[in-house]
């Protein structure tokens, strides 16, 4: 797809979720795609490779957690992978201190890579999982949102993700077509880790049949020490 083609379809994407890029963001937007599918032919990022479908897919489906982020300050990504949501948040929000956490540093260093040729300021990468810097006091009930996509069940997600925000910030739980029925499994969970379910917003992506849903958790109260617990245990053994 030629860069002009690309900036149209994603401006036109963009626009029908309430969003309006400016021509600096539809460039940033198109190195990324080039660097995602430079990488991609090294290691494995992405099955998806068509470019209209990243820029449903990846771009506009991770920009819609937008307007739950209001006059948030700092946010973390969770199991970012090859950057989804965090980055194409941070090139629409500049004013957000954004942090990817991933476990394989493959990614990492793609990350990196794209940080740096975006000339994306105020971002950070760390190679970890979310168990260990859950209990991290650098990390640990810091951010006024915690953010994550296609990562785990939510029982096993929201021990993942409520650690890290402070009392008073919001988890964005990004889900396909069964947080419903997820969301029902997650409760106790969400409770017994500081959690309130605020909402859940269900949606299409534009001029699409691809059902999305965010789910919307306020933190009302501080998280117990022993949560997350040791690696592997949350997903092993989800809160019931």
Excluded at 177 to 197: F, T
Aim: aromatic share 8%; proline share 3%; with cysteine.
């Amino acid at each position: 797809m030629k860069k002009e083609e690309f900036k149209k379809v994603l401006y036109e994407k963009t626009k029908q979720i309430g969003i309006e890029l400016t021509e600096e963001q539809l460039e940033k937007f198109y190195l990324y795609m080039n660097i995602l599918l430079e990488w991609n032919e090294k290691i494995n990022l992405t099955a998806i490779t068509n470019e209209e479908e990243i820029i449903l897919k990846h771009f506009v489906d991770s920009l819609t957690i937008n307007k739950y982020i209001e006059d948030s300050k700092s946010l973390i990504d969770v199991g970012t992978g090859a950057g989804f949501p965090g980055i194409p948040i941070k090139i629409l929000r500049q004013d957000l201190k954004i942090t990817l956490l991933d476990s394989l540093n493959k990614r990492i260093n793609f990350l990196n890579e794209v940080i740096e040729k975006l000339e994306l300021k105020n971002m950070e990468c760390i190679h970890g999982r979310a168990e260990e810097f859950g209990k991290n006091k650098n990390y640990r009930e810091k951010y006024d949102i915690s953010t994550s996509r296609a990562v785990a069940n939510m029982s096993t997600l929201s021990e993942y993700l409520i650690p890290f925000v402070k009392i008073g910030g919001k988890v964005l739980a990004m889900k396909g077509d069964k947080a419903e029925e997820e969301l029902e499994e997650a409760k106790k969970a969400i409770k017994l880790l500081g959690g309130k379910v605020e909402n859940i917003d269900n949606f299409y992506l534009p001029n699409s049949d691809i059902k999305r849903s965010i789910i919307i958790i306020k933190k009302i109260e501080k998280t117990e020490m022993k949560f997350p617990r040791k690696p592997g245990m949350p997903a092993k053994e989800p809160i019931k």
